[in-house]
């Protein structure tokens, strides 16, 4: 009867070591400064923007614009940082701020990570607070465009 528990003991113990050898092997994750909660933001996203921008922040083209590949170089452009922020699915959203800063952090990584500045300053809460008090509205279209028109690098 001893046998078996330290049969169990020694399973465990190998099952352990070789998920610390596989965690340690595995490539790393890159630091997104200023999401403290990717699980949350990935929730946040799905729930709150997907439907319109689609999982993979494709967008439809449209009325939806894409994310993928884009989204971080309007933090290239004078005006672009604060445009992200006010644009009506950001501004008007349900989520709190402190979410919503977290949820702004992790779409840029996770649409646009090649775009990301070095010196990337996250969106915090009381900056989002502050900028979604006046979101765009019917000017965000032309606003986007004039923005768009000064990415260094063209949209793929």
């Given at each position: 009867?001893?046998?078996?528990?330290?049969?169990?003991?020694?399973?465990?113990g190998?099952?352990?070591?070789?998920?610390a050898?596989?965690?340690?092997?595995?490539?790393?994750?890159?630091?997104?400064?200023?999401?403290?909660d990717p699980?949350?933001?990935?929730?946040?996203?799905?729930?709150?923007c997907?439907?319109?921008?689609?999982?993979?922040?494709?967008?439809?083209?449209?009325?939806?614009?894409?994310?993928?590949?884009?989204?971080a170089?309007?933090?290239?452009v004078?005006?672009?940082?604060?445009?992200?922020?006010?644009?009506?699915?950001?501004?008007?959203?349900?989520l709190?701020?402190?979410?919503?800063?977290?949820?702004?952090?992790?779409?840029?990584?996770?649409?646009?990570?090649?775009?990301?500045?070095?010196?990337?300053?996250?969106?915090?809460a009381?900056e989002?607070?502050?900028?979604?008090?006046?979101?765009?509205?019917?000017?965000?279209?032309?606003?986007?465009?004039?923005?768009?028109?000064?990415?260094?690098?063209?949209?793929?």
């Amino acid at each position: 009867m001893k046998a078996r528990p330290l049969a169990l003991v020694l399973v465990a113990g190998s099952l352990a070591a070789t998920l610390a050898t596989v965690s340690t092997r595995a490539s790393p994750v890159p630091a997104m400064r200023g999401v403290a909660d990717p699980v949350q933001a990935r929730t946040d996203y799905q729930l709150k923007c997907q439907g319109c921008h689609r999982p993979d922040g494709s967008g439809d083209g449209v009325s939806n614009p894409p994310m993928q590949g884009v989204v971080a170089q309007f933090l290239g452009v004078p005006g672009g940082r604060d445009f992200i922020a006010r644009v009506p699915g950001v501004a008007t959203t349900d989520l709190d701020d402190r979410r919503l800063a977290n949820l702004v952090n992790w779409t840029l990584y996770t649409f646009d990570a090649r775009h990301m500045p070095a010196d990337f300053r996250p969106y915090t809460a009381r900056e989002l607070g502050a900028l979604r008090q006046h979101p765009l509205r019917l000017e965000r279209a032309a606003t986007r465009a004039r923005l768009v028109e000064g990415f260094t690098t063209k949209q793929d």
